[in-house]
């Protein structure tokens, strides 16, 4: 299948009880602690309340040693070397990505240049969890000639409404693996809360299989090469009065979409998605 469409769900691959156990205390310990290297995808207003959307350098010893334990249990080896021409590889990103509670959905994108196993990505499930929705390889030329997507990297292709012959869709439960060659078009989403790993990684002749700054005794002292190399500004501070009174903003859009609403209107032959992070999302 992985040749054929370019993914691969295992299922039931590992035992989720431990390691969700230790993602839970990572995710309090990072809350306590008020980690700066977290993403915040529209935050929500609610008293001490920041909607994480991942928690990047998890494994750090300033927030749980334990959970990286738990995850050298998990075997990630064999399926990506069974599935590729490579000889090893090394994971040079990985995010514990937890949505506590509102919608979300992300749009058609890729995570790299071209699907030519150029980079993996797998995504480890703690919870059980359904939305992800992926283009498979097979299908891919397809989508482009009649939706007009670049072959290309791109995170600016929007919420396009694919037919559903288009793509696939993970219904997924805690313990299941999927990978996926990062350069196919896919669409994050989820409903309420989820709590999961993000993985990617590359072809490497080398034994380390982390990149350094992911290993538990990484440092961490300078933020801003770290934002550059993450593509992420992790000198935003989102406890402050703006990120505060833009969050307040966002509560009443998510429960009250009006322009979303009008676009949905006014999109006649309904060519997008409208209602994406919003209490209507489908």
């Known amino acids: 299948m992985f040749k054929e469409k370019g993914f691969l769900h295992l299922k039931n691959y590992f035992d989720p009880n431990k390691i969700l156990n230790e993602a839970n205390k990572t995710i309090l310990i990072c809350k306590k602690k008020k980690w700066k290297y977290v993403k915040v995808y529209h935050n929500i207003f609610i008293n001490k309340f920041v909607n994480i959307f991942s928690i990047n350098f998890p494994f750090n010893n300033k927030l749980n040693p334990n959970l990286y334990n738990e995850f050298t249990k998990i075997n990630l080896k064999n399926p990506i070397l069974e599935n590729t021409y490579w000889k090893n590889f090394q994971i040079t990103q990985i995010e514990l990505q937890h949505n506590q509670k509102f919608n979300y959905q992300s749009t058609w994108h890729r995570d790299s240049k071209?699907?030519?196993?150029?980079?993996?990505?797998?995504?480890?499930?703690?919870?059980?969890?359904?939305?992800?929705?992926?283009?498979?390889?097979?299908?891919?030329?397809?989508?482009?000639?009649?939706?007009?997507?670049?072959?290309?990297?791109?995170?600016?292709?929007?919420?396009?409404?694919?037919?559903?012959?288009?793509?696939?869709?993970?219904?997924?439960?805690?313990?299941?693996?999927?990978?996926?060659?990062?350069?196919?078009?896919?669409?994050?989403?989820?409903?309420?809360?989820?709590?999961?790993?993000?993985?990617?990684?590359?072809?490497?002749?080398?034994?380390?299989?982390?990149?350094?700054?992911?290993?538990?005794?990484?440092?961490?002292?300078?933020?801003?090469?770290?934002?550059?190399?993450?593509?992420?500004?992790?000198?935003?501070?989102?406890?402050?009065?703006?990120?505060?009174?833009?969050?307040?903003?966002?509560?009443?859009i998510y429960y009250f979409p009006v322009l979303k609403l009008f676009r949905f209107i006014l999109d006649i032959k309904k060519k997008k998605i409208h209602f994406h992070y919003s209490i209507f999302q489908k």
């Not at 499930?125 to 990297?153: C, H, M, T, W």
């Not at 300078?222 to 500004?233: M, P, R």
Request: aromatic share 12%.
């Open 114 to 252: 071209f699907s030519n196993l150029e980079n993996i990505v797998a995504i480890l499930y703690l919870r059980d969890a359904n939305g992800f929705k992926l283009v498979p390889k097979n299908l891919e030329d397809a989508v482009i000639r009649k939706y007009n997507f670049s072959k290309e990297k791109n995170y600016k292709n929007g919420y396009v409404n694919l037919s559903n012959n288009y793509f696939h869709q993970f219904d997924v439960k805690a313990g299941d693996l999927v990978i996926f060659d990062a350069g196919l078009l896919h669409q994050g989403s989820c409903k309420g809360m989820r709590t999961q790993f993000f993985v990617r990684c590359i072809e490497n002749d080398k034994d380390n299989i982390l990149n350094k700054d992911l290993e538990p005794n990484a440092l961490l002292n300078d933020t801003d090469i770290l934002s550059k190399n993450y593509n992420w500004n992790f000198n935003q501070n989102p406890y402050s009065l703006k990120k505060k009174l833009i969050s307040i903003i966002n509560l009443i």
